[in-house]
């Protein structure tokens, strides 16, 4: 399996997993909406990632929860970039991901710092990304969804949930590679076109995604699978984020995808200390 990926030149080896800090400038994501839509604050927040250990920021103008409100590509493009910038300024060695299923998002903002590209819907809801990757030559990360994120929850029927999706980044993989993407991850998606049940049979299965021979990310960071199950909320749910995010470091993810940086790099230690 290659385990680099190129990041405005520097080769980052996932042999060893790292951590993507999710930064939200949207008002209305579902943990931490509006919390980091002030300049100051969200510097401070990357900050804090940095320090703590996070390998790559993924900055998002979208909120892509179930049922989110539609934002305007013009809007979106006015949080991302303008706080990329400023990223970048304060932060230049940070390796920034955006975090959008827009093709024109994603090139001003690899124009403006950013290195990565991380869609939801890998290529799905627009047809010029993947070309638009191309033509960065960025890693690019793919998620697997069915509809949008404000129609996702009533596509939730399958005949054999890991057959299909296997089979759905069997297609993108070789879409992506034909049109010249070298560096590819794959993310399955938790919380996206998935039940209760589904998210977790995923999880119970996640080592079957290795097949694909590309890195794994894992994104539970305190989404509904948790909280739902545990009777709680998505505040009260680190303890929870924390055992899946282990159990996805066993069965194979090489970048979790979290909230809370510190911990995920705790998890990560351990993992790595009964791997040596």
Same mark, same amino acid.
């Given at each position: 399996m ?7 030149g520097?080769?980052?080896?996932? *042999? ?6 999710i930064?939200?400038?949207t008002?209305?994501?579902f943990?931490d ?6 300049e100051?604050?969200?510097?401070? +927040?990357?900050?804090k990632?940095?320090r703590?250990?996070a390998?790559?920021i993924?900055v998002?103008?979208?909120?892509s ?14 949080r ?11 932060f ?10 827009r093709?024109?998002v994603?090139?001003e903002?690899? +124009? ?16 010029q ?7 960065? +030559?960025?890693p ?10 404000q ?6 029927q ?5 057959k ?5 980044f069997?297609?993108?993989i ?5 049109i010249?993407i070298?560096d ?16 977790? *049979?995923?999880m119970?299965q ?14 539970i ?35 979790l995808?979290?909230?809370d ?5 705790e998890?990560i230690?351990?993992?790595?200390q009964? +791997?040596?």
């Amino acid at each position: 399996m290659k385990t680099t990926i190129n990041c405005n030149g520097t080769l980052i080896d996932l *042999q060893s997993p790292k951590v993507m800090g999710i930064l939200n400038l949207t008002p209305d994501s579902f943990f931490d909406g509006g919390s980091y839509t002030e300049e100051h604050a969200a510097l401070t +927040q990357v900050e804090k990632m940095l320090r703590d250990g996070a390998a790559f920021i993924d900055v998002g103008g979208y909120s892509s929860k179930p049922n989110a409100a539609f934002v305007s590509e013009e809007e979106e493009l006015q949080r991302v970039v303008h706080f990329i910038q400023k990223i970048k300024k304060e932060f230049p060695e940070a390796i920034l991901s955006v975090d959008t299923f827009r093709a024109k998002v994603a090139f001003e903002s690899v +124009q403006h710092g950013a290195a990565m590209v991380n869609d939801i819907a890998a290529g799905g809801l627009d047809d010029q990304m993947m070309a638009t990757v191309a033509q960065l +030559q960025v890693p690019y990360i793919m998620m697997h969804m069915k509809g949008t994120p404000q129609t996702m929850q009533s596509f939730t029927q399958y005949d054999d949930i890991i057959k299909e999706m296997l089979f759905y980044f069997s297609e993108k993989i070789n879409e992506a590679r034909a049109i010249g993407i070298n560096d590819l991850i794959i993310d399955p998606g938790f919380g996206f076109s998935k039940t209760l049940e589904q998210n977790f *049979q995923v999880m119970q299965q996640l080592e079957l995604f290795q097949m694909t021979e590309l890195p794994l990310l894992s994104g539970i960071s305190r989404k509904s699978m948790i909280y739902k199950t545990l009777n709680t909320d998505a505040l009260h749910s680190l303890n929870g984020t924390t055992t899946l995010n282990t159990i996805s470091l066993m069965k194979g993810a090489k970048i979790l995808r979290v909230h809370d940086v510190k911990e995920a790099v705790e998890c990560i230690t351990l993992y790595n200390q009964i +791997q040596s």
